[in-house]
């Protein structure tokens, strides 16, 4: 009997409460809170620049090492035209524009010895010391250039550290069409490096690479020194690509120290959830950085400053 009259209440109680919704919802076109769907808030995330200060873009001295493959597979053609032509021009175009206070050298490999040459796999020569820029010697050099054999990547940027042992670090951009062809130990690339004690970033941009494993190793390579790989199908994406390794990269890092976001000084503006981050920018051989607090649907704008010759970066408004 008991039972019986606790279902009937039960059950009453639950009509009741039906039907007061319904009455609720007909007269005044709403569900009682406890009834309504939960509605889920969309995360906003923002945006973070960087810039440069007025006149600065063209004072971030750098020191850069071009590393340019020179071996007999650049003379394959893409749009009828060779990879070696089409380097060789992008290459004067970029050094045409290159700011003055750039320390930049070149470094060739497989120009000088033919594939069955057993001097072939060691190959590789630092043709203009890392210095002031020389555009004139570095254009002349650049189109005397005769692709000639083998592919001794591993090798020739072993042989970097040497090239900046004077000047504590720097950035490597090397441009590649295809495979380390000498047996050289990739996975080595990253622990050799660090162990020279030069800092150095390896950015490299495979040029027309069609083979998936050349471009697998390219990227191994270029992430194991903290660089980036950046694909180039023709001469457009060549120029854009090394124009790209040029500038200064910053990350913005989390609490645990991963990278959660990369841009450019002078890019554009970088997307991410809100939150507090490390603002650090890259400039070789050492990093900068100052705290950032990301808020939903705003900009956070930053400039890059140097002032008695030592790099800042600050909020706009600070």
Not at 61 to 80: H, P, Y
Not at 161 to 185: A, H, K
Not at 270 to 295: A, D, N
Request: glycine share 10%.
């Amino acid at each position: 009997g008991s039972w019986e009259g606790a279902r009937k209440e039960e059950g009453m109680e639950i009509y009741n409460t039906a039907l007061g919704a319904l009455i609720l919802e007909l007269c005044c076109g709403h569900l009682p809170v406890y009834m309504q769907e939960k509605v889920r808030i969309p995360i906003m995330p923002g945006l973070v620049k960087v810039n440069f200060m007025e006149g600065l873009a063209q004072e971030t001295t750098k020191n850069v090492e071009l590393i340019l493959d020179a071996s007999n597979s650049m003379w394959g053609q893409i749009k009828g035209e060779s990879k070696i032509s089409i380097a060789k021009e992008v290459l004067k175009q970029i050094i045409i524009g290159l700011p003055e206070d750039l320390n930049v050298g070149l470094r060739l490999y497989g120009h000088r010895y033919k594939v069955e040459d057993e001097r072939a796999c060691q190959d590789t020569e630092l043709t203009i010391p890392i210095g002031p820029l020389q555009k004139d010697q570095l254009i002349q050099t650049i189109e005397k250039i005769t692709p000639r054999g083998k592919t001794p990547l591993v090798y020739s940027i072993l042989q970097s550290p040497q090239d900046f042992i004077n000047l504590r670090g720097g950035t490597v951009v090397l441009i590649s069409d295809g495979i380390e062809s000498c047996e050289g130990d990739i996975e080595s690339i990253a622990s050799k490096l660090k162990e020279s004690g030069i800092e150095l970033t390896v950015n490299i941009i495979g040029f027309g690479i069609k083979e998936e494993e050349a471009r697998k190793q390219l990227e191994t390579i270029a992430e194991s020194t903290g660089g980036i790989y950046l694909d180039a199908k023709d001469s457009q994406e060549l120029l854009s690509s090394i124009q790209q390794t040029l500038k200064i990269e910053y990350d913005l890092i989390d609490e645990n120290g991963k990278v959660k976001a990369s841009g450019y000084v002078g890019g554009e503006a970088v997307s991410i959830l809100e939150g507090e981050y490390i603002l650090q920018l890259k400039l070789e051989p050492t990093f900068i950085e100052t705290k950032v607090v990301v808020s939903p649907a705003k900009t956070s704008v930053f400039l890059l400053k140097k002032e008695e010759g030592k790099w800042t970066i600050k909020q706009q408004n600070e």
